[in-house]
């Protein structure tokens, strides 16, 4: 219930937009692609968000994946709390991070050493260097949609906001920074290995989501990561899986290890920082040595490892390998899609519900999407009108076409039928679910 006292959703907004620019600070959350006003958060328990206009919602978006296991865990909230009275920083070496660290090898062998650093964006920008100077070379190679966080060479055909607001790339960025990206298809190999033929003493790393998660969510196609490994181990390149989506996401470790492909570097966040800011790099050790200050390659940071954040990432990991909620995660997801899938097809609806483990997007368009060419053939207005339908329904979904909807452990099967229910009220037929 709304308090008297609390501003409103659109009066926090128009307070937000005199002084934050578009009153967000991060694009995806202006409501842009959707219209209207952003929805403001007082609170979360569970799979629940609750607003500032005293609205309580069942939230498929979990702040864009890292809330695997709901809102305000117990035992990650006590983790936090006990890191917390403390001290909230060092900037020095703790105990847990090296914890942490180990953890991670533990579950993703072939992550030999670990950098600790504070979001999937600084990981994906070191990987990058450490790439370039592990290499000796140059230019780097990535798909068309994918999105790696905002660094200046690799805003060159991304996905996710940048996508949602129909921006090709970024004002600001250099020519020359972006002049050694190559960008291919994802899921075409056959373009990659034609780039990689002609620029194969360039380049230093190919970078991909295994699973993309910035159009939409994209699987890859059978054989396509197969491929990729094959292509960077014969012209000496590095590949990088950007699991900041997927590490932890389908399994307790990360898809490269589920689907049985080991890359030279990984990169995570989201779910390894519990809710909290964090990331990582990692990969072999004759890579990760070139890293400062064993090596030439130069990555700090004043917060990386800070003890908060670690202690929510180790919480939330040990809770992930103690219960192991895969299982129940991926079959709700399924659900919907199943549910989805069978009801477009019986009303010959231009729909498409894309679904593995507990993540599925649902594409307004004819057909699969397997990259962003079919990504970009959506009817984004009609995502606008489903959007806020499941909004005034209680459902609060991520508020964009081309992201990813996240099933926690917190979702109930109760959840997921008021997701039916409120889906098969909003699009033609009301067939019963």
């Known amino acids: 219930m709304k308090h008297a006292d609390t501003p409103s959703s659109a009066a926090l907004f128009k307070r937000a937009c005199r002084v934050m620019p578009g009153g967000v600070n991060s694009p995806v959350r202006a409501f842009k692609a959707v219209g209207g006003t952003p929805v403001f958060i007082e609170r979360g328990r569970g799979s629940r968000i609750y607003s500032a206009d005293g609205r309580e919602l069942i939230d498929f978006c979990g702040s864009w994946g890292p809330l695997i296991l709901g809102h305000a865990h117990n035992k990650v909230v006590e983790a936090v709390r006990m890191a917390a009275a403390k001290g909230l920083s060092f900037g020095a070496c703790t105990r847990a991070e090296v914890e942490l660290a180990e953890l991670l090898r533990a579950r993703i062998p072939y992550l030999e050493m670990v950098r600790l650093v504070n979001s999937g964006t600084e990981a994906i920008m070191t990987a990058i260097r450490l790439a370039r100077g592990f290499t000796g070379r140059k230019k780097i190679l990535k798909f068309d949609g994918g999105y790696h966080g905002h660094m200046d060479c690799l805003l060159v055909s991304a996905g996710s906001g940048l996508l949602t607001s129909g921006i090709a790339s970024s004002a600001g960025v250099p020519e020359g920074v972006v002049a050694d990206v190559l960008v291919a298809p994802y899921n075409d190999l056959d373009a990659v290995a034609l780039l990689m033929k002609k620029y ?18 994209v699987p890859p196609v059978p054989g396509f990561l197969e491929g990729l490994r094959k292509l960077t181990a014969d012209k000496g390149a590095l590949l990088i899986f950007d699991e900041v989506i997927t590490g932890f996401r389908l399994g ?35 890579i990760m040595k070139r890293l400062a ?82 990504a970009k053939r959506c009817d984004t207005r009609r995502y606008a009108r489903y959007f806020h339908g499941m909004l005034e329904r209680g459902i609060y979904l991520p508020p964009s076409q081309f992201e990813v909807c996240f099933i926690s452990a917190a979702h109930t099967d109760e959840d997921i039928d008021c997701f039916l229910g409120a889906t098969g009220e909003i699009l033609p037929g009301n067939a019963s679910r």
């Not at 194969?200 to 969510?217: F, R, Y």
């Not at 589920?258 to 779910?271: A, F, M, N, V, Y």
């Not at 609806?349 to 593995?356: D, G, P, V, W, Y």
Request: glycine share 14%.
């Open 200 to 217: 194969s003493h360039d380049v230093a790393a190919i970078i991909v989501e295994p699973v993309a998660g910035n159009m939409g969510l």
């Open 252 to 286: 307790p470790t990360t898809y490269g290890v589920l689907c049985g492909i080991k890359p030279d570097l990984t990169c995570l966040g989201k779910i390894i920082g519990g809710g909290m800011p964090m990331g990582a790099v990692g990969g072999l050790a004759e």
């Open 293 to 374: 200050p064993l090596g030439a390659v130069y990555q700090a940071g004043t917060l990386s490892g800070n003890p908060v954040a670690v202690a929510a990432g180790l919480s939330t990991l040990k809770v992930l390998i103690a219960e192991n909620p895969y299982a129940a995660i991926a079959r709700r997801a399924k659900k919907v899609s199943d549910w989805f899938e069978n009801r477009m097809f019986s009303k010959r609806l231009k729909a498409h519900c894309a679904n593995i483990g507990g993540m599925f997007t649902i594409f307004f368009c004819e057909r699969g999407v397997r990259n962003l060419a079919d």
